[in-house]
């Protein structure tokens, strides 16, 4: 790595959280700094909420804790030096476990002399926006509540996200003593007897919240016109709580194993505690996180007795440290869009053209079956370009393997902010951009990603993966000379066919190109338009979902 690069943007930073210590590096150079690159990260699994309890008696944080914390924080010293982090690019930030200890102020003074790294401590208002923007983050645009769950504590506000704008409360978000660990206590403290008070306490508290956090008209609005309030949770007890949901959900198993962009709708987010017998055994639940499952459904009963208006639940890695980098960055980073931004590095040179070729075969009025807006938007066929010739280097035989993998495990696997109907309808696409063939293994992954999807979706993936196909035939090295983009036509079209008793809409296709030297290229892309208008290729057969498409080519005319 370029060490005066590290130098200008590496920024590290150590969240002092209550669950846990967070040790990261992030490279914030342009053109990616939006979606926060991760090149180094790390956890201590210390709970600094927990060391302050024996017998149910709050106590100083122990010099043992100390000293294995101290050497956590000097092995990190050691890699920030190893990857050439400036000092003044090393932020150690401490939360409401540290603010509260006994000890707080021995305790930062010690990290401070041995680590010469000073302490920043968040106050509980601080605390709580830069956590919402941890949020802001994780998602292209936000409107709705805002939660964040920690050991101690639950911060709440409401959050209008929008081109990198971000407003919350004047009153900033309301933090109440219900985090995972601390209702932990609670409920050992109160016993069964007591729930029911404890229960109606902290339901009473979460509706006065969002009366003094004076909700605008315009999210209350949205929630009465989409059947409620959307919710946005981050936090690691919500995001533990995320991945049970992701073990229980329609489509299993699961495709896409990452926590930011997932969500579900109001009937999927409290299950019975009795459809999991052994949370331990689910993917990214760790024991203490399991044993914390418990007060995280009770958390859960009140927040849905107090907001019983809530239509979709959108579950986000942002958090403190996410949200300290991204109020770090211009809002001109910031309002960029994650898809965009993350795929950008792959961009040919050609890109805007390519992109108007794209759409250009997408017909666009004139029928009841639209393409799905999010699987037309510029947005998502902008990043099928950037990534039209990605996978070009792989063996034929596994291209659509690779290009399908693209955006779970493959080039897009890190980046941060992406839905998970984003990352699905992509890598369909790019699945069939290089011929939709993949070997049996790779097939059920297929389905599950199709099943996500949902089959009106996934056919449009095919249609969209097709004609960037063709693209990609004509254009292999992603360069569109100079007069070129006039000389190829193409415009697609609804229309009516009659056949075999019945009428069935089809969508035409015409190209026509004044560009010599692309004949054989012209000849394969018509053949994979057709082809996937076949109803042995439509998702679920014949009487599943697809459309007929002819396609033909034209007489070059200026």
């Known amino acids: 790595m370029d060490a005066l690069r590290g130098a200008e943007y590496y920024q590290a930073l150590v969240d002092m959280g209550s669950n846990g210590i967070r040790f990261s590096i992030s490279d914030l150079s342009p053109p990616s700094a939006r979606v926060l690159p991760t090149i180094y990260q790390d956890r201590c699994g210390i709970s600094l909420y927990d060391a302050q309890y024996k017998a149910g008696e709050k106590v100083p944080i122990s010099q043992d804790i100390i000293t294995e914390l101290l050497a956590a924080l000097l092995r990190f010293k050691r890699v920030c030096e190893d990857f ?323 955006t779970t495990t493959g080039v897009l696997g890190r980046a941060h902010g992406l839905s998970h109907i984003d990352r699905a309808l992509l890598a369909l696409v790019l699945c069939e951009r290089w011929g939709g063939e993949v070997s049996p293994i790779d097939e059920p992954f297929l389905a599950q990603m199709q099943r996500l999807a949902g089959p009106d979706a996934s056919w449009w993936a095919k249609y969209i993966g097709r004609v960037a196909g063709g693209i990609g035939e004509m254009f292999p090295a992603g360069v569109v000379r100079d007069g070129e983009e006039d000389m190829i036509k193409v415009s697609a079209r609804w229309d009516v ?5 019945k009428n069935e809409e089809v969508i035409f296709v015409s190209i026509s190109t004044g560009i010599k030297g692309v004949e054989g290229a012209l000849d394969v892309w018509i053949h994979g338009l057709e082809k996937v208008g076949k109803k042995k290729h439509w998702i679920g057969g014949k009487e599943g979902s697809g459309m007929k498409v002819k396609a033909s080519i034209e007489p070059w005319k200026r």
């Open 84 to 406: 050439k982090v400036r000092h003044d690019r090393v932020r150690v930030v401490a939360t409401e476990a540290t603010r509260n200890a006994v000890n707080s102020e021995d305790f930062r003074l010690q990290i401070e002399k041995a680590t010469n790294w000073k302490v920043e401590m968040l106050a509980k208002e601080e605390e709580g926006s830069i956590g919402a923007m941890g949020v802001a983050s994780s998602f292209g645009s936000i409107k709705g509540l805002v939660m964040d769950l920690g050991g101690g504590s639950i911060q709440m506000t409401w959050m209008i996200s929008e081109e990198g704008h971000v407003k919350t409360s004047s009153k900033g978000s309301v933090s109440f003593p219900y985090g995972a660990a601390a209702m932990m206590r609670r409920l050992d403290e109160v016993g069964v007897k007591g729930q029911d008070p404890l229960l109606n306490e902290m339901s009473a508290n979460f509706e006065k919240a969002l009366q003094d956090l004076e909700i605008p008209d315009v999210l209350t609005k949205a929630a009465d016109d989409e059947g409620g309030f959307t919710l946005y949770l981050s936090g690691g007890g919500f995001r533990g709580w995320g991945y049970i949901l992701m073990s229980l959900y329609t489509v299993s198993p699961y495709p896409i194993p990452i926590i930011n962009g997932f969500r579900v709708p109001k009937s999927s987010f409290l299950p019975s505690l009795e459809q999991y017998s052994d949370p331990e055994s689910t993917f990214r639940i760790s024991s203490r996180r399991a044993s914390q499952l418990p007060a995280i459904t009770f958390l859960i009963k009140a927040l849905t007795r107090s907001i019983p208006s809530i239509s979709y639940i959108h579950f986000a890695q942002g958090g403190i440290r996410e949200g300290l980098l991204f109020s770090s960055l211009p809002i001109t980073t910031r309002s960029q869009h994650p898809l965009v931004t993350a795929t950008q590095i792959y961009a040919p040179p050609s890109t805007p053209s390519l992109v108007r070729l794209l759409e250009s075969c997408i017909p666009r009025s004139g029928s009841y079956r639209h393409p799905p807006t999010n699987l037309t938007s510029p947005t998502l066929l902008t990043s099928v370009i950037h990534l039209l010739h990605v996978n070009a280097p792989f063996p034929k035989d596994i291209n659509a393997a690779a290009a399908l993998r693209d």
């Open 497 to 501: 066919m009659s056949g075999k008793g």
